[in-house]
């Protein structure tokens, strides 16, 4: 396809996008699968039903635009799937693998959000403001879904997350100790590691309910 106008350039990212939210409704099925907190995959869930949502809305938008509906293949959201679907595949502890669905799940969103962005600011151009409204109510339930994540990570994943890092704290600062004892010839551990420690220590026991 050639494009000559913005109009052109307009129907081409919609079919990107298209293509990009049937590609989503394919990936947040295994992200659900994947997660362990109930909350997380809930969301999942909740964010697939409105992704199908996302698809019927750009069927709506190329019939206003009297084009068919057809998907362009989306590299880049292929390749943000590509990088989930590796990490589902990461032997990690319970929290960890949630604190990285969310992260995989956010840089889809904010994919997402951009390219919205975009064919918003370009229907508003071409004053098609009945395709702009469409769109828009999209791009507010990506924004909600982004921001609902970011509250998930906060509320307590992120802190499940670092529960396995006060033992591995403790066996670094064992060998940091040892390697102190070495070149120094003392038992005195350096100050820095010691309080390193045990800050994280104290969020890691924090984060253990
Ligand atoms: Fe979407």
Redesign the pocket.
Known sequence: MSLHTLRDALVDEIRDLYNA?KQ?TKALPKLAKGATSDELRSAFESHLE??EG?VTRLERVFELLDEKPRGKHCAGMAGIIEEGSDMLEEDAEDAVMDACLIAAAQRAEHY?ITAYGTVIAWAEALELADVAEILNE?LA??KASDEKLTALALSGINEAATAGESEDEEADDDDMEEENAKSTGSEQPAMSAKGASGSRATRARGGRR
């Open positions: 939210e989503l409105e992704t996302h997402e999209t339930e990506e």
